[in-house]
């Protein structure tokens, strides 16, 4: 198998005993952009979480693999030491540990997946303007870095923390997850240009999304759309621009017939 695909092939997922996700199909390439979108509580959230490895989120059946690993014998951080990133729609406040100091510690582990417990870090000076160039890249100010996770932020600021983390740890593989939710219109299209601009070719990147605007600058290679549990339409970049316009009442009806 290309070790440059993440591969979801018949994926099952139950949520407390309740199927959520009934046989999804799904292939991305690095340097492919998708979109994922659909009705609320269709499985797309579901699906992030079954990627990374939510211990709630319960593989009844199917094979989640990149390359030749099988994502569902390794625990979460292993699958983000192989190169997987999931950005939350609600990201966590972390009290008490300042971005700078959690960004050094999980961009060490990405790095070093061999790495140790008590093993060195990246080195101060190194990572400090390694992280300075990350922000101003993404416009954002230095005083950002010393703030503690997500504590005080708003929503638009939580939304660009995990764009930081995206954009220092350079996963092969990132899930999305609505990272437009909460967001008004500038901080949408600041947030699309800033994921594109962190993209590129060596990063395969899965948006989920209800709304077109965050694809604005990430024209997707491939649009799903996810009903009940099931991929039931792929198509392309046209595809979101229709379910922005008209929703999803055409597709449910295809689905009932």
Same mark, same amino acid.
């Given at each position: 198998?290309?070790?440059?695909?993440?591969?979801?092939?018949?994926?099952?997922?139950?949520?407390?005993?309740?199927?959520?996700?009934?046989?999804?199909?799904?292939?991305?390439?690095?340097?492919?952009?998708?979109?994922?979108?659909?009705?609320?509580?269709?499985?797309?959230?579901?699906?992030?979480?079954?990627?990374?490895?939510?211990?709630?989120?319960?593989?009844?059946?199917?094979?989640?693999?990149?390359?030749?690993?099988?994502?569902?014998?390794?625990?979460?951080?292993?699958?983000?030491?192989?190169?997987?990133?999931?950005?939350?729609?609600?990201?966590?406040?972390?009290? #008490?540990?300042?971005?700078?100091?959690?960004?050094?510690?999980?961009?060490?582990?990405?790095?070093?997946?061999?790495?140790?417990?008590?093993?060195?870090?990246?080195?101060?000076?190194?990572?400090?303007?390694?992280?300075?160039?990350?922000?101003?890249?993404?416009?954002?100010?230095?005083?950002?870095?010393?703030?503690?996770?997500?504590?005080?932020?708003?929503?638009?600021?939580?939304?660009?923390?995990?764009?930081?983390?995206?954009?220092?740890?350079?996963?092969?593989?990132?899930?999305?997850?609505?990272?437009?939710?909460?967001?008004?219109?500038?901080?949408?299209?600041?947030?699309?240009?800033?994921?594109?601009?962190? #993209?590129?070719?060596?990063?395969?990147?899965?948006?989920?999304?209800?709304?077109?605007?965050?694809?604005?600058?990430?024209?997707?290679?491939?649009?799903?759309?996810?009903?009940?549990?099931?991929?039931?339409?792929?198509?392309?970049?046209?595809?979101?621009?229709?379910?922005?316009?008209?929703?999803?009442?055409?597709?449910?009806?295809?689905?009932?017939?």
């Amino acid at each position: 198998m290309n070790e440059e695909t993440l591969r979801i092939t018949d994926l099952h997922v139950s949520v407390e005993g309740k199927p959520i996700l009934k046989g999804v199909n799904l292939q991305i390439g690095r340097g492919e952009v998708h979109a994922l979108m659909g009705p609320n509580g269709s499985g797309k959230t579901t699906l992030g979480f079954a990627i990374m490895g939510h211990p709630a989120y319960r593989v009844t059946s199917g094979r989640i693999d990149l390359g030749e690993l099988n994502l569902l014998s390794m625990e979460p951080d292993q699958r983000a030491r192989a190169g997987v990133f999931l950005a939350f729609q609600r990201p966590v406040a972390l009290p #008490g540990v300042r971005m700078c100091d959690f960004l050094r510690h999980a961009a060490t582990n990405i790095r070093c997946p061999d790495r140790k417990a008590g093993d060195g870090l990246i080195p101060m000076r190194q990572f400090r303007r390694e992280l300075e160039a990350t922000m101003e890249r993404l416009r954002m100010e230095p005083e950002f870095a010393r703030r503690y996770v997500n504590v005080g932020s708003s929503g638009g600021e939580t939304k660009r923390a995990e764009i930081l983390q995206l954009a220092t740890l350079r996963p092969k593989f990132a899930i999305l997850d609505e990272t437009d939710s909460g967001l008004d219109t500038d901080a949408v299209r600041l947030a699309s240009r800033s994921i594109a601009e962190i #993209g590129g070719r060596q990063m395969g990147i899965l948006i989920i999304t209800h709304h077109e605007q965050l694809l604005e600058h990430n024209r997707p290679d491939f649009t799903h759309v996810i009903v009940d549990g099931r991929i039931v339409k792929t198509g392309g970049p046209e595809l979101a621009a229709d379910l922005h316009k008209h929703g999803y009442d055409r597709i449910r009806a295809l689905e009932a017939l």
